[in-house]
């Protein structure tokens, strides 16, 4: 049965450095939403917020039919702003999925500290990524954020250091079909 890890946050919540860590400790296979879209985004010019959006959109819904074609053991962290799209679609595309077990990873940022990550990321960004003039919205959105909640949650508080061992042993101490689910016939734990 298919089983999600959602790493969720707004932009520059330390989202990618999470899934990442979670993915790599289990041996889970990791899909991101930048991924998907940033080489899309290199095929165009002057691209605005709309068709970054329309991008964003696109590259959910790629990750979601991964899912949904994947071996009914697979285990997935998936790292994504998934308050850009409703709650109810995202319980659509899970129930589409056939997954039966999800568990969130919240990241949980201050508005000072995302405005100074999200400053600090502007030259190495990818062209058609919202620029500087997307920070006000972005310290409003660490405000008011919160979790999707359509699982159990788990919370990386990214302005104490974004430990996420914490989250790591509570994965590590899920119930066994959690750690015995398999991939291609190899064990996800290490």
Known sequence: MKKVIIVNGIPASGKSTVASKIAKHFGWPYLSIDTI????????????REFNRALGKAAYKVIWDTVASAP????YVIDAWFGFQSKELL???VRQSDVV???EVWNSISPELVADRYRSRLSIRKEGHPGEEYIPELMTLAERASPMNIGEVYYVYQDTGGDVQGVLTSLAGRPRALQESSLVGMPLTR
């Open 101 to 103: 077990e999800i568990i």
């Open 37 to 48: 879209k940033e080489p899309f985004m290199g095929l165009h010019v002057d691209i605005d």
């Open 91 to 93: 319980e659509s595309y």
């Open 72 to 75: 009914d053991d697979c285990v």
